[in-house]
């Protein structure tokens, strides 16, 4: 059973930053890839980044140089930095499991909130 929990979300003033956390549980976890995504109310959802399990992180244009992304070195837990963050940065943030070897697979988290507000 691949279980995917995503945690440290929470109100952060204008300029703040968080770090969130992505731990995945499972023996194929360590081979798959993980993303970020994020979904604001009203917004379609949108991937953050990814980081695999070799390989480079890649950011989407909106993340860069602001947010990071990175992973533990048993390769089952994977970090999220926010930085600058900016109230259009308010929205739900999951992490996704996905590979396709030794089988497909493909594990969501519950997400875990960002708030950004004065």
């Known amino acids: 059973q691949v279980q995917v929990v995503e945690s440290g979300g929470g109100l952060v003033q204008p300029g703040g930053s968080l770090r969130l956390s992505c731990k995945c549980s499972?023996?194929?976890?360590?081979?798959?890839?993980m993303a970020w995504y994020r979904r604001a109310p009203g917004k379609e959802r949108e991937l953050v980044g990814t980081?695999?399990?070799?390989?480079?992180?890649t950011y989407a244009d909106f993340a860069k140089g602001r947010f990071t992304i990175s992973r533990d070195r048993a390769k089952t837990s994977g970090y999220l930095q926010l930085d600058s963050l900016k109230p259009e940065d308010s929205a739900a943030y999951y992490c996704?499991?996905?590979?396709?070897?030794?089988?497909?697979?493909?594990?969501w988290g519950q997400g875990t909130q960002v708030s950004v507000s004065t």
């Open positions: 499972g023996s194929i976890c360590s081979l798959a890839t």
């Open positions: 980081v695999p399990s070799r390989g480079s992180i």
């Open positions: 996704n499991a996905y590979g396709k070897y030794p089988y497909d697979f493909d594990y």
